[in-house]
Nanobody, 118 residues
Framework: QVQLVESGGGLVQTGGSLRLSCAAS????????MGWYRQAPGKQRELVAS?????????AESVKGRFAISRVSAGNTLYLYLQMNSLKPDDTGVYSC??????????WGQGTQVTVSS
């Protein structure tokens, strides 16, 4: 059973920084892509950043130059990170970690709240 557990959310002022972490465990040997999504109140969930096994990255236009996604493998666990700098109130939302396996199965974490105060 694959499990994704996020941590690192919280309340921060405009211009501040946060680092989100996601630990993916279970029968994970390979994956197609991992990513961070966010959902703001009253809005649809959107992709924030993604990374492939070759470490190719993709970012939403609104976070380019401010956010950085990275990953590390340690034993049977994959760690996914999102470094968020120069945070804005529009970055507020629930951030969720996502993994797409080589069988195209999608796995989600429970989400972590990020709140940026003005």
């Amino acid at each position: 059973q694959v499990q994704l557990v996020e941590s690192g959310g919280g309340l921060v002022q405009t211009g501040g920084s946060l680092r989100l972490s996601c630990a993916a465990s279970g029968m994970i040997f390979r994956f197609n892509v991992m990513g961070w999504y966010r959902q703001a109140p009253g809005k649809q969930r959107e992709l924030v950043a993604s990374i492939t096994p070759a470490s190719n990255t993709n970012y939403a236009e609104s976070v380019k130059g401010r956010f950085a996604i990275s990953r590390v493998s340690a034993g049977n666990t994959l760690y996914l990170y999102l470094q968020m700098n120069s945070l804005k109130p529009d970055d507020t939302g629930v951030y969720s970690c996502n993994l797409v396996s080589t069988n195209s199965e999608r796995y989600w974490g429970q989400g972590t709240q990020v709140t940026v105060s003005s």
